[in-house]
């Protein structure tokens, strides 16, 4: 993230004018006026990955992904469906009830993921690219960040594979008993759009590594790199069925995996309305067990004695790394009122320097939100924002010739009831607010539907200590943020969700336990 913040600002002089109104704002760079777009990736898998083949649509239907560049279409991707959504269930289903997959000693699964993983890394530039393309994230972010993380996730389950086991139990009659952590099936993934490489093998790899088979469907919005994953897979020697691929919409397609009667497992990550859809999907089919991680509003909390640079540096990163598209961004930034002017000018001056653009160019902060509807999603948030009466720090406003750019926004003056304040925004959009006490801190930090992530800087360690106890939030980062790892495990409580990813308590929920009891020294037992 260091990088996302080097940039010098390159202006593009029809956004200046707009950027003086706000105070800091549009700095438009890496193209010829937010027109045309640098170096694309070249598209090589548009079908559906059913069984080892890539095919297409039962309907022969497809549909669009755009550069968000732009607005232009970049390729037309199989549209799957449910008929399609059966053929892949059965493909994994057969891999899973005869094939080798789940049959494999955990060692072995283990080798043919870290195959994988070193498949993945050769092709870390086009995979990359293809994240940039299709999502709008900086270049030299995806290649570090986004790709890094995948190869990462994928070595830390590669690793994690032959170390599933069970309990020998202590029984309190004359009964012996051990437990069996058994892979559940055959597992549906569900993922977003914001880091598509990454959530693939979020929910693929502890997936793989329990010895599930699976069926993913990524996000219309960003189906390019799933499949060429997909197309990666097989050339690391992942049996056919065991990972397919069904790129489609959400209520056709995703619907039609939740309800499914032979999916044994949903693992979602997404909005707190479809999570609850899939919750009902479940309920209404086989009450397969699923896992959701969800949306946020995340606090991020400055104390008086915060290193004020640092404290500026993360909230920025916090709210801004990804276009503000990430479950965890810690969008309401609470600082104390000892520090809190010397905290906003700091904040205004360091924008200044911040660089929306193509994200091809190595010199752009940040690149356009995903598609058309977020984009306006957002810019319709910044507006009742303003006619709520938060006052604009810096940005409010879009940005570019074409394509989804918009500006980093900050506003200041911000109620805790204000929309604003109280929504997921997921965008560039972060809320500046006043505290005086650590009791008034954990009051506000808490009075959220939400409980995914919470930051907070301060040197006192009591502090760090008690707010870290007293937040009611999955993962609680001190003097950092966006900290994560695929060591530490990942999930929110609330409406942010339940069940976690990264960490090996991300394999709980691909795994059964099944408990083996047996009587000692033959004695009768009925
Ligand atoms: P979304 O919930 O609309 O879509 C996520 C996925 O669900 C997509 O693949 C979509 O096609 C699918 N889907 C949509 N309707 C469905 C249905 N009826 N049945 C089954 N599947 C369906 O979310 P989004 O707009 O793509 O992503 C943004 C949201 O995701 C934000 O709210 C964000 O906070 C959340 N998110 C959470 C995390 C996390 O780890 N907690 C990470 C990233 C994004």
Redesign the pocket.
């Known amino acids: 993230m260091a990088s996302e913040s080097e940039s010098n600002g390159h202006h593009h002089a029809g956004d200046e004018a707009r950027a003086e109104n706000s105070g800091a704002g549009c700095r438009h760079g890496g193209d010829d006026g937010g027109g045309t777009p640098r170096t694309t990736p070249e598209i090589r898998y548009t079908k559906l990955f059913i069984n080892g083949r890539f095919v297409d649509a039962a309907s022969g239907k497809t549909f669009e992904t755009r550069d968000p560049r732009t607005g232009d279409v970049i390729a037309r991707v199989a549209e799957g469906d449910k008929e399609d959504v059966d053929l892949a269930v059965k493909a994994a289903r057969e891999a899973f009830d005869h094939g080798e997959w789940p049959r494999m000693s955990g060692s072995e699964r283990g080798k043919v993921m870290a195959k994988y993983a070193e498949v993945v890394e050769r092709h870390a530039d086009e995979l990359a690219a293809l994240e940039s393309l299709d999502a709008g994230k900086p270049l030299a972010a995806a290649r570090a960040v986004d790709v890094g993380e995948c190869v990462g996730i994928l070595r830390y389950f590669a690793g994690a594979a032959d170390k599933i086991h069970g309990e020998t139990l202590k029984m309190s009659r004359q009964l012996q008993g051990y437990t069996l952590r058994e892979p559940l099936g055959v597992a549906g993934l569900?993922?977003?759009?914001?880091?598509p490489a990454i959530?693939f093998f979020?929910k693929v790899s502890p997936a793989l590594a329990a010895g599930c088979t699976v069926v993913v469907?990524?996000?219309?919005?960003t189906p390019l790199s799933a499949l060429f994953l997909a197309h990666l897979s097989k050339q690391a020697g992942v049996p056919d069925g065991v990972i397919n691929v069904v790129t489609?919409?959400?209520?056709t397609?995703?619907?039609?995996?939740?309800?499914h009667m032979d999916v044994d497992v949903v693992a979602?990550?997404?909005?707190?309305?479809?999570?609850r859809?899939?919750m009902e999907?479940s309920a209404k089919s086989n009450l397969k067990p699923v896992a959701?991680?969800?949306?946020?509003k995340s606090p991020f909390i400055v104390f008086d004695d915060a290193d004020l640079d640092k404290a500026v540096e993360l909230a920025i990163g916090g709210n801004f790394f990804n276009k503000g598209?990430?479950?965890?961004?810690g969008s309401r930034v609470f600082v104390q009122e000892g520090i809190y002017d010397r905290f906003e000018q700091k904040l205004a001056d360091t924008m200044k320097s911040w660089v929306v653009g193509d994200p091809f160019d190595p010199r752009v902060n940040q690149g356009p939100q995903v598609d058309k509807a977020?984009y306006e999603r957002v810019l319709g948030y910044i507006e009742q924002g303003k006619a709520e009466g938060a006052t604009v720090l810096t940005g409010g406003n879009p940005c570019g010739k074409k394509g989804y750019y918009i500006e980093p926004t900050i506003f200041t003056n911000v109620k805790d009831d204000m929309v604003i304040a109280r929504e997921?925004i997921?965008g560039p959009v972060m809320c500046l607010m006043k505290f005086k006490t650590v009791e008034e801190a954990i009051e506000r930090a808490n009075g959220t539907r939400y409980g995914?992530a919470a930051g907070l800087v301060t040197r006192d360690i009591d502090v760090a200590n008690r707010m870290a106890r007293s937040i009611r939030a999955g993962v609680v980062w001190v003097n950092c943020y966006f900290a994560m790892d695929r060591s530490c495990p990942?999930?929110?409580r609330k409406m942010?969700?339940f069940g976690k990813?990264d960490s090996m308590h991300a394999l709980d929920k691909f795994l059964a336990v099944k408990s083996v009891v047996t009587p000692v020294h033959g004695s009768p037992w009925f």
């Open positions: 569900i993922v977003p759009w914001n880091f959530m979020s469907k990524p996000a219309e919005q489609g919409f959400g209520p397609a995703g619907a039609a995996i939740s309800s979602f990550t997404g909005s707190t309305e479809v999570g859809l899939i999907a959701l991680e969800l949306g946020g598209e990430a479950c965890v961004a977020q997921e997921f995914l990942f999930g929110g942010s969700g990813d």
